[in-house]
Structures are given as structure tokens and as C-alpha cells.
T-cell receptor, first 110, second 113 residues
Framework: DAKTTQPTSMDCAEGRAANLPCNHS???????VYWYRQIHSQGPQYIIH???NNETNEMASLIITEDRKSSTLILPHATLRDTAVYYC???????????FGTGTRLQVFP | EAEVAQSPRYKITEKSQAVAFWCDPI?????LYWYRQILGQGPELLVQ????????DSQLPKDRFSAERLKGVDSTLKIQPAELGDSAMYLC???????????FGSGTRLTVV
């Protein structure tokens, strides 16, 4: 299974863009990149996913490098409520599993 | 917005006792997952159902854990006997079909004393 590497923690000022990196250098051509986040004591929440093109929705943008070996999740205007653990996951397509790592703990400060 | 319901929200049990958790997925979701999350770690998949059938239970400690989804709707995860190391958050998730995104419930936090 393709593995992901994320920084353990990051800080971001409220109102600024939060850019969360993820390395997935062993990703296969038919594997998607998914992002979830988990606010304290809640279940993980889906944010966005992509295959090779950049994606944007109401929550965030996902930038995937051309070689697909890394990606960046962008929260354009971080708020205090965005403080959470963010998981970058490579989807194992044929088994349909989501395999979580330890994620990045994002702290948004006033 | 449709939600995955889990109960109880919190459970404290003594070691060697039996404990059960319940999950009601979003209506119409065929695929259901149980995850375990130890404090400070990411969720770990325990079992995956497609309708009433188990698709993957390779990570389920079958000597003490069992899971069922009898009518392909709600599901129960049981631990008997509970051990101190079972203290964790137990998360349920569902999706409309394989290949779609998951929706997670709020989880059951289990403390074994």
C-alpha cells in the first residue's frame, strides 16, 4: 500500500491560508489522494479528494504535483474552527480501504 | 444532513466484562466500516461489511471481537472479554457503495478499568 508522510504539526494565523503538505512518492497511477480532518473527540470528516488534477470545493483546494508524488491541501482563510488533525490518505482502490496515518495537527491561532 | 448514528457515546467497563457498540449507517448505504482509534493515533480499520456480508475482517482480533450486520442495515461490534488495551474510540463509517467517500459517526469512547 502506498504510504503518506505528513509533518506532525503546523501553526497558522487566523485569516491566513493554511498549506498542509503530504508526500506519497509510492502512489500508483490508479490511486486517489483523500484528505480528512478530525476535530477533537469527533469522527473524521471528508474534505476533498483527487486523482491528478487540482480540485477545489467549498472547504478547500487540493494541489497535486504533476508526478503525483506529493500534494498540498489549502485552507484559503483559516479560522479557529479549522484547528484539527488533518489526514492525507492514499485510497487503495481494489480493496476500498482508507488507511489512516498519524496526520498533521493544525493549530490555528488568533 | 444525514448522519451515521452511534451509541453509546461513552462507555466505561471493567476488564473481563462484555461490551457492545451499535451503529446505524446512513439510509441506503451498502458499505459499513468499524474503525478503532487509540489516543494519539489515526483510525485503524477493524472490519468492513458489504450489505450483510463481511468483506474484510483481517485486522479484527477474532478471539475477543465480533461484528455483525444481520439485515444489512445497522451493525453491532462486541468485545468479550474486554481488556485494558481495548480502551479507545470506536468509529463507524458508511458509504453508498465501494469507491465512494465515507461518512463517519461521532464514535463510542470506551474506557476499560
Amino acid at each position: 500500500d502506498a504510504k503518506t508522510t505528513q509533518p506532525t504539526s503546523m501553526d497558522c494565523a487566523e485569516g491566513r491560508a493554511a498549506n498542509l503538505p503530504c508526500n506519497h512518492s509510492t502512489i500508483s497511477g490508479n490511486e486517489y489522494v483523500y484528505w480528512y480532518r478530525q476535530i477533537h473527540s469527533q469522527g473524521p470528516q471528508y474534505i476533498i479528494h483527487g486523482l491528478k488534477n487540482n480540485e477545489t470545493n467549498e472547504m478547500a483546494s487540493l494541489i497535486i504535483t504533476e508526478d503525483r508524488k506529493s500534494s498540498t491541501l489549502i485552507l484559503p482563510h483559516a479560522t479557529l474552527r479549522d484547528t484539527a488533525v488533518y489526514y492525507c490518505i492514499v485510497r487503495v482502490v481494489d480493496t476500498d480501504k482508507l488507511i489512516f496515518g498519524t496526520g498533521t495537527r493544525l493549530q490555528v491561532f488568533p | 444532513e444525514a448522519e451515521v448514528a452511534q451509541s453509546p457515546r461513552y462507555k466505561i467497563t471493567e476488564k473481563s466484562q462484555a461490551v457492545a457498540f451499535w451503529c446505524d449507517p446512513i439510509s441506503g448505504h451498502a458499505t459499513l466500516y468499524w474503525y478503532r482509534q487509540i489516543l494519539g493515533q489515526g483510525p485503524e480499520l477493524l472490519v468492513q461489511f458489504q450489505d450483510e456480508s463481511v468483506v474484510d475482517d483481517s485486522q479484527l482480533p477474532k478471539d475477543r471481537f465480533s461484528a455483525e450486520r444481520l439485515k444489512g442495515v445497522d451493525s453491532t461490534l462486541k468485545i468479550q472479554p474486554a481488556e485494558l488495551g481495548d480502551s479507545a474510540m470506536y468509529l463507524c463509517a458508511s458509504s453508498p457503495d465501494r469507491g465512494y467517500g465515507y461518512t463517519f459517526g461521532s464514535g463510542t469512547r470506551l474506557t476499560v478499568v
